[in-house]
């Protein structure tokens, strides 16, 4: 089983249950991309559950977080990487700012071009064919080794991905031991109980204590997620293993295997709305600090939405798979909600300060 030094401190019973055998199915990254721009809102509604903190806690930590985010070294990532380290390093000084010290984890397993860009740390990926085209199963691993690796002086750690863009300064909304996490509508542990029991057994309580998230954004000890990674990998390989699971989970599967894996520990998150905004469904930014951009926004010159139709004026990252988007994108037409403007704002402003923009 992959994992080594953490797996010693969960229990012989979990060892049994988190282990896993050969893998089958296939995925591949632009499928992965596509479903997730284009998942279906209209049956679901648009806006995440309110869940309330578990036991009633609140509150910040006050303590400084490092900032950790996996990534490849195709384009596709690299520049969002790029823009994503940009407006880090702009928030990370403004007051009522938590944010520490910075990590791009490179699950490519060689050096690239943007290692004096970015502070980057090279890990492995997962052995040949084991993802199965689903790049996704290489986060857990990566994770993995880099808290095995790497010193990390912050107490907390958090998990970001390329496609953030920090719009507020982002205090530490973990609380002790109860990490902070983004709630996200389509995880539904509730509705996939039959599923989810294959790896969170009855003996350990109710469905209820599988969190509606995935592993970002995420605020977490670095301690817990040292005890939690190992458990995350293995549960989301098994997973990708089992038929079953792979149809019903399909391209969130990794994100079930991180909840799952924090209810197998005992942990559970502090669910933040406020988190994080994603546009072009949540329409103002307000008191919230991450533009998630992985939706594409597409409308017509009247700034009416065409969501599923190619509009007049467009923002996709996959529209850029092949290398970065050039700077000075147009601005939406009047009407556009103010998540979208300011998304496309950032951008801009990142890809003008950045030496060097079209190089990668």
Not at 148 to 158: D, M, Q, R
Not at 243 to 253: H, N, Y
Not at 313 to 325: E, Q
Request: aromatic share 12%; charged share 20%; glycine share 8%.
């Amino acid at each position: 089983m992959i994992g080594r030094k953490n797996m010693g401190r969960v229990s012989p019973f979990l060892l049994v249950l988190l282990g896993f055998g050969f893998f089958i199915g296939t995925y591949n990254l632009l499928t992965l991309v596509m479903h997730k721009g284009s998942s279906s809102v209209k049956e679901e509604g648009l806006y995440d559950p309110i869940v309330r903190r578990p036991d009633g806690v609140s509150g910040e930590t006050g303590a400084k977080f490092h900032v950790a985010l996996t990534a490849t070294d195709a384009p596709y990532s690299k520049w969002q990487c790029r823009i994503m380290y940009y407006w880090y390093k702009k928030m990370r000084d403004v007051l009522g700012s938590d944010m520490g010290g910075f990590t791009r984890v490179l699950h490519s397993g060689n050096p690239d071009n943007l290692m004096d860009e970015i502070p980057t740390v090279v890990v492995d990926p997962l052995p040949e064919g084991l993802d199965r085209g689903y790049i996704v199963l290489n986060r857990p691993w990566a994770f993995v080794q880099w808290l095995e690796k790497a010193t990390i002086e912050e107490e907390y750690i958090l998990m970001a991905e390329p496609d953030h863009i920090f719009v507020n300064p982002l205090p530490n909304l973990a609380h002790g031991d109860h990490p902070s996490a983004f709630p996200f509508f389509y995880i539904k542990p509730s509705d996939h109980e039959k599923v989810i029991r294959k790896y969170y057994p009855e003996e350990l309580g109710p469905v209820t204590n599988v969190d509606p998230i995935g592993n970002s954004p995420v605020i977490i000890k670095k301690s817990t997620l040292e005890k939690i990674a190992p458990t995350w990998m293995n549960v989301s390989l098994r997973m990708k293993d089992d038929p079953e699971t792979d149809k019903a989970f399909g391209w969130v599967l990794e994100m079930y295997g991180y909840a799952v894996a924090s209810a197998l520990h005992g942990v559970r998150h502090i669910l933040r709305k406020d988190f994080m905004l994603q546009p072009p469904w949540d329409l103002e930014i307000g008191n919230k600090f991450i533009i998630h951009y992985t939706y594409g926004c597409d409308y017509n010159m009247k700034g009416e939405l065409t969501y599923g139709k190619i509009g007049e004026w467009r923002f996709d990252k996959r529209s850029h798979l092949n290398g970065p988007p050039p700077r000075n994108l147009s601005l939406p037409p009047p009407g556009v909600p103010e998540s979208v403007v300011r998304l496309v704002k950032a951008v801009n402003e990142a890809t003008a300060n950045i030496p060097n923009w079209d190089t990668l």
